[in-house]
């Protein structure tokens, strides 16, 4: 959920809107596993991490979109199917476990 949208929401300012944003992911952090504040922060706004750090930071900290089609290509033995397999995994465990609590479909072809 956006700043934006959750000021909106609840008819604040995007200052208040973000800090309130703020106070909610740090009260979730102690009671759902996350990987990182970044990884719950990319979640709560609708994304995946793909369990690579630096690939995430490439994808300007946002990870894969959730809830989207999204095609990875490039060339052979690059990790393509390992980012698959992370994203999927990541979306699919449970927030205990530092998931998404969410439902993927892998496509491989």
């Known amino acids: 959920l956006s700043v934006e949208k959750l000021g909106e929401i ?4 995007d200052k208040t809107a973000g800090e309130i944003r703020m106070d909610v992911i740090d009260e979730a952090a ?13 979640a709560a706004n609708g994304f995946a ?17 959730m809830g989207e089609m999204v095609h990875v290509y490039g060339k052979s033995g690059s990790g393509k199917t390992q980012v698959g397999m992370n994203t999927a995994m990541t979306v699919t465990k449970g927030f205990s476990q530092g998931g998404c609590n969410g439902c993927c479909i892998y496509v491989a072809s």
């Open 49 to 65: 991490s793909t369990g690579c750090k630096s690939l995430n930071e490439l994808l300007d900290n946002t990870g894969i979109p």
């Open 30 to 42: 102690d009671h759902v596993y996350c990987q990182s504040i970044e990884d719950c922060m990319m």
């Open 10 to 13: 609840l008819d604040v300012e």
